[in-house]
Every structure is written in structure tokens, then in C-alpha cells.
């Protein structure tokens, strides 16, 4: 059996250590436990101990936190990774004079991230370009940031991937799979009307996450359209009833973001029908 080779260490007192022994320990060791970040910020933070007169555990403690923090950053950037996000975007990053039908307490409260916990949904519904995929993204992101899994995709691509879960005959094994994810994101829902298989697929991934995990939608149109989307207000009304049960609905409204300051002419409204 294999033994892991240890590093002799010559065992010195006080002012018998030099600098470059210490260092050298300190490389070999931090590469033994895989800690970039401690080696990265020790001599930063042994002259602050020193400064400022820290306990020896006031300055492990101080290396540890700065390690943790490294992995739990990473740990982010690797989640935000695999959500497939279209592009990266932030809450902090919104233009927030622009936003109508969510105020600055509202969006704070969604930042906290307390609807995931509570296994609770977030629906955003306006007319194109009024915030709702960014606010969107930006919530996932931060979700990925503190430490919860997120899948995004649009209402589209979430149909297609169950259905060929459905054809290949292991759906449910697809759905049990997903309900492991704290937050999934729906983007446009209502751009593209479903056929009935599709519907149903749909129907079966809200139904799937009801009370269990979090959901955030964005849509084009009001619930009371909902019908169209699915062709059929049954399915729809019952989609409807287990989404918003435990849910924040906000309802954006205005001109859109992107075409603000552009002279394009004459351009159509797009509107919306209030639920």
C-alpha cells in the first residue's frame, strides 16, 4: 500500500527559524491541504498580526477565514457556470430608475434570497425589455453565490429537455433529478405557444417543485393569457394555482430598456392584459 511521503521538518525554537524555512514550510504544507488562498494572504496577515499584536488564534483564525472565503467564492463561480446563464448579470447592475411595478424594498427583499429557503417562487410578468430576465439572472446569480445549485433556460428549452426525457422513458428519474436544484429559472414563458405533450410536460415540472423547491418565471403574458400559451385553461388554471400559491408576483410595466434612446420610428406597444 501506498504511503503518502511526509516532509522532514527540522524542529527549531523561536529566533533558531529563518524567514526562508518558514516560507518554505508554509508553500509545502498549503499545497498539501490545498490552500492557495492561506498562502496567498499568511504573510499579508503575519504582518498585521504583528501591527496590530493578534493571539496566535486571531491570526489562524484570520488565515482560515480568508481560505473559506476563496473556496466559497469558486464554489460560486463553478455554480454560476454550470446554470447556463445566457449572460451574466447582477442585481447590482440594474437600472433601477428604470424599473416599473417592483419597488427598491421589494427588490431588497427578493435579494435575501428568503424565497428559497421557503421553497417559495417568483414571477415576473411585463411586456419585452422591462427588467424581468434580468431580475431574473441577477437573483439566480446571487442564489449561486451563496451556495445553492440554479438551472436556467427558457420556457422552450425546459420543455424540449423533459421531452426528451419522456421519449428515452426515464421523465420522472428527470424530474427527481431537478427537484434536488433549490431554484430552477423559466425564462419566456408565453413567447412560444406549447402543443398539448408539451403542456403537460411543463404542468408536470411546477407540479413536481410545489412546496418542494423554488421556482422564478418570467412571461410576456398576464396570467388571464395563460390559456393561449397552453392551449388549454384547465392545465393553465392548475399550472397557475400551484406557481403562485407560495409566490412574489410582480407585474413590470413601461417602454422597453433596450430601446430607450433609439430612433427607430414608429414602434408598436407591446401591452399587456391585466389578470
Known amino acids: 500500500m501506498a504511503r503518502t511521503a511526509i516532509k522532514p521538518v527540522t524542529t527549531k525554537t523561536g529566533s533558531g527559524r529563518t524567514g526562508e524555512q518558514t516560507a518554505s514550510d508554509l508553500a509545502f504544507?498549503?499545497?498539501a491541504m490545498k490552500a492557495p488562498a492561506l498562502l496567498d494572504a499568511a504573510e499579508r496577515l503575519a504582518e498585521r498580526a504583528r501591527t496590530e499584536s493578534w493571539t496566535h488564534a486571531e491570526?489562524?483564525?484570520a488565515c482560515l477565514q480568508r481560505e473559506v472565503a476563496a473556496r466559497e467564492s469558486h464554489g460560486g463561480e463553478a455554480r454560476i457556470r454550470g446554470a447556463r446563464f445566457p449572460a451574466i448579470k447582477t442585481i447590482e447592475e440594474l437600472d433601477v430608475t428604470h424599473l416599473r411595478g417592483i419597488t427598491r424594498q421589494q427588490l431588497a427583499h427578493l435579494g435575501t434570497l428568503d424565497f428559497i429557503t421557503g421553497k417559495e417562487n417568483t414571477v415576473f410578468l411585463g411586456p419585452p425589455g422591462t427588467g424581468k430576465t434580468h431580475l431574473a439572472i441577477g437573483l439566480a446569480v446571487r442564489a449561486c453565490q451563496a451556495g445553492h445549485r440554479v438551472a436556467f433556460a427558457t420556457a422552450a428549452e425546459w420543455v424540449d429537455r423533459l421531452a426528451a426525457a419522456h421519449h428515452a422513458g426515464h421523465?420522472?428519474?428527470?424530474?427527481?433529478k431537478l427537484s434536488r436544484y433549490p431554484l430552477i429559472v423559466v425564462d419566456e414563458v408565453g413567447y412560444i405557444p406549447f402543443e398539448s405533450e408539451a403542456a403537460n410536460l411543463f404542468f408536470q415540472l411546477i407540479s413536481n417543485r410545489y412546496e418542494r423547491a423554488s421556482v422564478i418565471v418570467t412571461s410576456n403574458k398576464p396570467f388571464g393569457r395563460w390559456g393561449e400559451v397552453f392551449?388549454?385553461?384547465t392545465v393553465a388554471a392548475a399550472m397557475i394555482d400551484?406557481?403562485?400559491?407560495?409566490?412574489?408576483v410582480h407585474s413590470l410595466k413601461g417602454d422597453s430598456y433596450r430601446m430607450r434612446g433609439r430612433q427607430l420610428g414608429r414602434v408598436p406597444t407591446a401591452t399587456t392584459e391585466t389578470d
Do not use: I, M, P, W
Open 242 to 248: 400551484r406557481l403562485v400559491h407560495h409566490a412574489e
Open 171 to 176: 421523465l420522472q428519474a428527470e424530474l427527481t
Open 231 to 233: 392551449g388549454d385553461e
Open 29 to 31: 504544507y498549503s499545497r
Open 59 to 61: 491570526f489562524l483564525v
